[in-house]
C-alpha cells in the first residue's frame, strides 16, 4: 500500500476542502477519519471538510463530500465548481461542458476557461425540494407543505425559518444583521434541533436590495464556512418565496461571490462562482 495520498487543497469562495482523486491512487476505505484528520486545521491540512474525486460510469467523475466532522452530506455547491476545475485541469476530462456525480444525483457544469485553466464554473443545481418531507423537516403541520417564513424560537430570539433542500437541508433565515451570536449560538442549536432529523445548514441572511444578500452559514458538521453554495442556491429560492428578493441574486459571502439565478421555466437553480486551486501536496498514512 502507498506511504502517502496525493491531495490538492481548494477553495470556492473561502469555503476550502482537501480534494484527494480516486483516478491516480487508490484512496483509503475509511474516508471519514481521513477527513476529520485531514481537516484540522492545526495537526492536519487545514479545510471544511475532504472532497474525493472517483472514476465512475455515469459521469465524467463522482465526488463524495466529508465534513470536517467525518460525516458525509450529499452536496457542496463550492466543492463541486472545485471538482469540475480538478477533473479539467489535471487531464480527466478536457470538456468545457462536465457532468458529476453525487450524492443528491448528476449535475452539468459549463467551465470558463482562461489560459487553459478553469477559472469560474456555472452549475445547474437542478430543481429545489420545498414540501417539509422532502427536506426533512417537522417544522409546520403538513408534511408535504412548503415551509415559508415559520416561526422559530431559540434562546429569545424569534425568528422566521423557511426551509429549502437543494440535495441537502436548508433552514433560510432572513434578518437585519447576521450577528455572532446568531451564525455561532443559534446556528448550532438550529442544525441539531430535533425538528430536523437528518440536521440542517443554516443561513443567516441580510437583504440589500431587491437582486442583492449578504450570507453568514452555519454548516452541518463543519460550523461557519465562509461560503455555502447550495446554501446560496437556498437563499435565493427562500428570497423568492418570502417575497425579498428577485430570481437573479448576486449573493456576498464572507469568503467572495456568487451569482445565482433561480429559473421560472426548468424550475432549476443556477449557480456561477469562482474555484481556485491553493497548492497540493503529500499526506502521509500510518506505517
Same mark, same amino acid.
Given at each position: 500500500m502507498a506511504k502517502s495520498l496525493q491531495f490538492t487543497k481548494m477553495h470556492g469562495a473561502g469555503n476550502d476542502y482537501v480534494y484527494m482523486s480516486g483516478f491516480s491512487q487508490t484512496l483509503p476505505l475509511d474516508l471519514p477519519s481521513l477527513a476529520t484528520q485531514v481537516s484540522d486545521r492545526r495537526f492536519g491540512i487545514g479545510g471544511d471538510g475532504l472532497i474525493a474525486i472517483l472514476p465512475t460510469d455515469k459521469a465524467d467523475a463522482r465526488m463524495r463530500m466529508?465534513?470536517?466532522?467525518?460525516?458525509?452530506?450529499?452536496?457542496?455547491?463550492?466543492?463541486?465548481?472545485? *471538482?469540475? @476545475?480538478? *477533473?479539467?485541469?489535471?487531464?480527466?476530462? @478536457?470538456? @468545457?461542458?462536465? @457532468?458529476?456525480?453525487?450524492?443528491?444525483?448528476?449535475?452539468?457544469?459549463?467551465?470558463?476557461?482562461?489560459?487553459?485553466? $478553469?477559472?469560474? *464554473?456555472? $452549475?445547474?443545481?437542478?430543481? %429545489?425540494?420545498? =414540501?417539509?418531507?422532502?427536506?426533512?423537516?417537522?417544522?409546520? !403541520? =403538513? %408534511?408535504?407543505?412548503?415551509? *415559508?417564513?415559520? %416561526?422559530i424560537e431559540v434562546l429569545g430570539h424569534r425568528l422566521f425559518a423557511t426551509c429549502v433542500s437543494m440535495g441537502n437541508p436548508h433552514c433560510v433565515i432572513f434578518v437585519p444583521e447576521a450577528t455572532d451570536e446568531l451564525v455561532l449560538t443559534v446556528g448550532p442549536l438550529i442544525e441539531r434541533d430535533d425538528r430536523f432529523p437528518k440536521r440542517t445548514n443554516v443561513e443567516f441572511v441580510e437583504v440589500l436590495a431587491r437582486g442583492?444578500?449578504?450570507?453568514?452559514?452555519?454548516?452541518?458538521?463543519?460550523?461557519?464556512?465562509?461560503?455555502?453554495?447550495?446554501?446560496?442556491? !437556498?437563499?435565493?429560492? !427562500?428570497? $423568492?418565496?418570502?417575497? =425579498?428578493?428577485?430570481?437573479h441574486i448576486l449573493n456576498n459571502l464572507l469568503g467572495g461571490q456568487l451569482r445565482l439565478h433561480w429559473d421560472e421555466t426548468s424550475n432549476h437553480v443556477f449557480m456561477t462562482g469562482p474555484a481556485v486551486e491553493v497548492f497540493s501536496g503529500l499526506w502521509p498514512l500510518p506505517s
Open positions: 466529508f465534513n470536517a466532522d467525518g460525516s458525509e452530506s450529499e452536496m457542496c455547491g463550492n466543492g463541486i465548481r472545485c *471538482v469540475a @476545475k480538478y *477533473v479539467y485541469d489535471h487531464g480527466i476530462a @478536457k470538456n @468545457k461542458s462536465l @457532468k458529476i456525480e453525487t450524492g443528491a444525483g448528476i449535475l452539468s457544469l459549463e467551465l470558463t476557461v482562461e489560459n487553459g485553466l $478553469v477559472s469560474q *464554473v456555472t $452549475v445547474d443545481m437542478g430543481e %429545489p425540494r420545498l =414540501n417539509a418531507e422532502q427536506i426533512p423537516t417537522t417544522l409546520g !403541520a =403538513n %408534511p408535504q407543505a412548503n415551509v *415559508v417564513s415559520h %416561526p442583492e444578500v449578504r450570507q453568514r452559514t452555519w454548516e452541518r458538521g463543519s460550523g461557519e464556512t465562509w461560503a455555502c453554495g447550495t446554501g446560496a442556491s !437556498a437563499v435565493c429560492v !427562500a428570497g $423568492v418565496l418570502t417575497g =425579498n428578493t428577485d430570481r
